[in-house]
Structure formats: structure tokens, C-alpha cells
């Protein structure tokens, strides 16, 4: 079974520039979460979707957004690019959904660097 | 915000030792999760213990949760150098927080484990 894969592994962008990051879930997994991982701010959960639908937001401007596709597969979009959106973003799934006390898999991540 | 802390921030110990990690956290769960992180890659995923549970263990990791204390532990045993990573707890609030808990898990600011050949 293939794991939670993210694409790109790497980015490098300029401050003012947006960025799209991709996120295929574990098959069969409708709920797909994102997180943002910063050596002063640790792990932050950005948001949560499930069935196209957002379901949970965590505390993060506007300029962060994302979506589900009907195969479960999630972007994020960034827009207006600051140095401190420099992180690791993690991609995670789950199957909640039937199992309210099922764990998380995650992706490798994306590296992104803002210059 | 992080949900609790963990303790200690760094471990360094000699391969074979024993190593335990500590994790607090503020609200009331439904879960708690561990997970192992090598030099800023993916999270994976090592042990669920859910809140009407004290103890489980999975080849050599035992975790123990007090939810009286709001508290958990992580013991390695028998460790190894390929156990050099950050290991994080993750609680997962579930009913007890409604909607707001979809998907989302809290983390702590995770040890780092470093286990010398």
C-alpha cells in the first residue's frame, strides 16, 4: 500500500510569490490534514479536510488555503510568500471516518524556503 | 499553541541503554499518539494509546498514559543507534472537543534522542 506522498520535496520561492504544495493521501483515506513545522513554532495544524469539505481550521492568516479533489487528493495554496512561511509542511491522512481512534500517516513533507 | 511539553527536550544515551520521554498535555483527549521524526523528514507513526487505556507496548516501546496527571511516557528499550531521531506525542481531543477537533492533532515540542555507538 502506497504511503501519504507530497510534491514538491523542495521549494524555493520569493517573498510576494504564492506557492502550491500537493498531497496524496493513503488509498482509501478521506481525511487530510496539514501542518506546518518551524523550528520556533513546532508542529501547527493548518487545516483538515474530508469528503471536498473543510472541516477544521487552525489559527493561520487567510493567505494559507486549501482544497480536496473527489479522489481525496489535497493542495495548499500560500499566497503573498513572507520569510516566515519558511517551514517544513506536513501532509497527513487518516480514515477517521471509520475508526474515530486510528492513527495518522504522514508524508515526507515539503521543504519550503522563501528568499 | 503546543498542547503541553515534553520532556527532556534532549536525551543522549549509550546504545543499549534505556530511554524514556515524558509528555504532558492540558485538555482532555481521546487519544494519544507517538511519533518519530529523523532530521526533519515525515512523522512516523510509532504507537495510538487510547484515554481508557494505561499501558501498551509494541516491540520495544511501552507507553504509559495517566490521564489523572494529563501525563505519558515513551520507554525505548535496549536503544540503538538507528533510534537517533525527534520524538514527538501528538493528542488527539476528538468528541471532546466537537467540530473543532476534526483531523487535528496537538503536538508537543518533541526530544530529541541521540543514541551514541
Known amino acids: 500500500k502506497a504511503g501519504v506522498t507530497q510534491t514538491p520535496r523542495y521549494l524555493i520561492k520569493t517573498r510576494g510569490q504564492q506557492v502550491t504544495l500537493s498531497c496524496s493521501p493513503i488509498s482509501g483515506h478521506r481525511s487530510v490534514s496539514w501542518y506546518q513545522q518551524t523550528p520556533g513554532q513546532g508542529l501547527q495544524f493548518l487545516f483538515e479536510?474530508?469528503?471536498?469539505?473543510?472541516?477544521n481550521k487552525g489559527n493561520f492568516p487567510g493567505r494559507f488555503s486549501g482544497r480536496q479533489f473527489s479522489n481525496s487528493r489535497s493542495e495548499m495554496n500560500v499566497s503573498t510568500l513572507e520569510l516566515g512561511d519558511s517551514a517544513l509542511y506536513l501532509c497527513a491522512s487518516s480514515n477517521e471516518d471509520r475508526d474515530p481512534n486510528t492513527e495518522a500517516f504522514f508524508g515526507q513533507g515539503t521543504r519550503l524556503t522563501v528568499v | 499553541s503546543q498542547q503541553g511539553e515534553e520532556d527532556p527536550q534532549a536525551l543522549s544515551i549509550q546504545e543499549g541503554e534505556n530511554a524514556t520521554m515524558n509528555c504532558s498535555y492540558k485538555?482532555?483527549?481521546?487519544?494519544l499518539q507517538w511519533y518519530r521524526q529523523n532530521s526533519g523528514r515525515g512523522l512516523v507513526h510509532l504507537i495510538l494509546i487510547r484515554s481508557n487505556e494505561r499501558e501498551k507496548h509494541s516491540g520495544r516501546l511501552r507507553v504509559t498514559l495517566d490521564t489523572s496527571k494529563k501525563s505519558s511516557s515513551l520507554l525505548i528499550t535496549a536503544s540503538r543507534a538507528a533510534d537517533t531521531a525527534s520524538y514527538f506525542c501528538?493528542?488527539?481531543?476528538?468528541?471532546?472537543?466537537?467540530?473543532?477537533?476534526?483531523?487535528?492533532?496537538?503536538f508537543g515540542q518533541g526530544t530529541i534522542l541521540t543514541v551514541h555507538p
Open positions: 479536510y474530508f469528503s471536498e469539505t473543510q472541516r
Open positions: 485538555t482532555s483527549i481521546n487519544n
Open positions: 501528538a493528542t488527539d481531543a476528538g468528541a471532546n472537543a466537537g467540530g473543532t477537533s476534526y483531523g487535528k492533532l496537538t
